[in-house]
């Protein structure tokens, strides 16, 4: 058994909701990531589809706040940092999203089609 990436079918689950000061529905961030994933699978030769449950995915997404784990470099709230990915939990890869960004899906079609909304006035 070696990495799971070895594999050319890889899962993914959404650990946590969305962050209620984003105006996405969790419905909202699965159809984008089965959008996201979409593009992703047909520059390679990986097919992605969602875990039947959370302990089987392979790639673990989930909301994190500011300072959010030993391993992991701390989200700087609304604007900057997005997103990155962590190091394995319990095998699993992990995609991180930082859930103080006012996330929308209003973006112009691309990639991800999860965008942090530009529309808040700093203050
Ligand atoms: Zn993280």
Known sequence: MGPK???????YSLVNAPPNSSQLTE???MEALANATALWASHTPLNFSRARTVLSADVL???????????CPAFDGAGGDL????????????LHFDADE??????AGETLSLYPSRSRAPH
């Open 5 to 11: 990436f070895l594999r050319s079918d890889v899962t």
């Open 27 to 29: 419905q909202d961030v």
């Open 61 to 71: 997404v989930s909301f994190q706040h500011g300072e959010h784990g030993l391993f």
């Open 83 to 94: 997103a990155h990915t962590a190091l394995p939990l319990l095998g699993s890869s992990q």
């Open 102 to 107: 006012p996330w929308t899906l209003d973006g």
